[in-house]
């Protein structure tokens, strides 16, 4: 019979193979074949497209454009000091990383996409410096309505319900989206689309809006593109509903879908998201955007990056602007045509995807580079930090809950209740985008120690709670003892029942740290420097890039390479705890043992 710590060990060192393995590169394959598949770089002319044939007739007319402005202020007449930015000088801006290649990070880390250089452009022409942080598309706009961000960066479709949170420059782009599907579907097109199907879209986006307001159904929501697309090709979802461009993006040779409709996005531009309030940004932006299109870097940025026929009636900048100089992408887009439809032949097996999506090595490789230099040292200090101090306010906390004074007893119960009855997520947000306004003069606008805060007093409640039931689980002949022999009750809680509550709840201690380690990737939500990123960010980006969830499966690998060991130091000490050390008593140390043999 097999014992069970020796079935644990084969399993720990299993998973350690297998962590090792990757780093070696082990299962072959070389980087070019990874380069090849770099979502977040800029395509060229090469992957040029034309306006879709398949057009959803009814809803492609273009909205009455009430927003764009009649003209803009000359760039030497704005005041770059009246720009009410956050830094002065400094233009912050949050942006997504999972939205090639309009919005993404590239293999070595930097922000970038079509929306994020043409914002660079535009900065640099009002000589400002730029700095991007990453976050949650369904955070952004509340960030930038709070001045979090001095500007929103994610190919944001402006409506008039989003007015109501935010202001919004000229447009840069326009937005189709598409309605992708797997190869053989019954749909053909949205109007297909009913109660009973499954339509995946990404929570917040303007399909998003589309889908509820619009067509009037309830469809599933998914955080991010790339893991809406890998539901579709597995089945678990019906359609999927994406802008036009992750939508081509998205889809392999090989892979068993396709697009069968397009139509317009609602109000048909795209526009960059600055605080209402903040009218003189949203004109230096204005103007920042017309100077632009006016030296051609808008039609080169554009060609690079999303090069596709202009729909008819509409171009970027304001009405006096004038119309971008581009190459013919319909004609450049014709020889692809067939070739596109060939390459829809060769499918993939379902078991094949499976492995191409989850278990592809080169992506395994490449990914740990970037995990152990900026993913583990992140989540480690987030974790250890937020842990030490949660420990400390836990412990007050808990002492509070069993106070005698019920002015201690009152607060420490509600604030348990409040904060473990939230979800973490809510948490972090509130600190965040609640207390980080207040505290920007000390922490330079940068919500990382306010998201390690945040996690901290989310776990001093559960902390608190595990300390007070260890407290009250001491016989209470303890502390009656401790007080007949002369101590004060306060003596004898620290001396005698406090350490013996806390001895016995050390496996429950070390449970809180190990979920400490996981809720440390919804920091994200507050939006952090390239550099910040902790593990699952970091998988993220990468899984960004390549349209592969190889990447977070990676990243999972060293979640279980830290949490495996931990839960095996639980168990340990639970045990050592429950049993104490084994009795020596009867073995004679080698001195002892020598004498006895001289005596016989």
Known sequence: MVRPHVVKSRVLVALLALLALTLTGCGGGDDSATSATDLCAPPGVGSSSAVPTNLDAAAAAAAEDRYTT????????IDVGALGLATPGKLSVGTLSDAPPSICVDSSGTFTGYDNELLKAVAAKLGLEIEFSGTEFAGLLSQVATNRFDVGSSSITTTDERRKTVGFTNGYDFGYFSLVVPNGSAIHGFSDLNAGTRIGVVQGTVQDDYVVNTLKLDPVKFPDYNTAYANLKTGQIDAWVAPSQQ???????????????????????????VNKDNQPLIDALNSGLDAVIADG?????YSDWVPRELPEGWKPGSKAAPAPELPDFAALAKPEAAGSEQSQTAQQSTLAQLGATFFDWDLYRKAIPDLLKTGLPNTVILAVTSGVIGTVAGMLLAVAGISRTRWLRWPARVYTDVFRGLPAVVIILIIGLGVGPVVKG???????????????????????EIFRSGIQSVEPGQLEAARAIGFSYRRAMTLVVIPQGVRRVLPAL???????????????????LATQRELFAVGRDLNAQTGNLSPLVAAGLFYLALTIPLTHLVNYIDRRLRTGRADTSGTLDPLEQAIVVERG
Do not use: C, R
């Open 70 to 77: 009649p003209s803009t202020k000359p760039l030497d007449q």
């Open 297 to 301: 870097t808008w039609a080169s940025l």
């Open 510 to 528: 070390m449970n809180q740290f190990i979920s400490l380690i996981k809720d440390s990737s919804l920091i994200y939500f507050l939006g952090l």
């Open 442 to 464: 000390l922490t330079g606008n940068n919500p990382y120690w306010l998201g390690a805060a945040a996690l901290a007093l989310l776990a001093a409640a559960y902390i608190g």
């Open 247 to 273: 939508a081509e993006g998205a889809i392999k040779p090989g892979d068993p879908t396709s697009i069968v409709q397009n139509t317009f996005s609602l109000n048909n531009f795209v526009g960059w998201a």
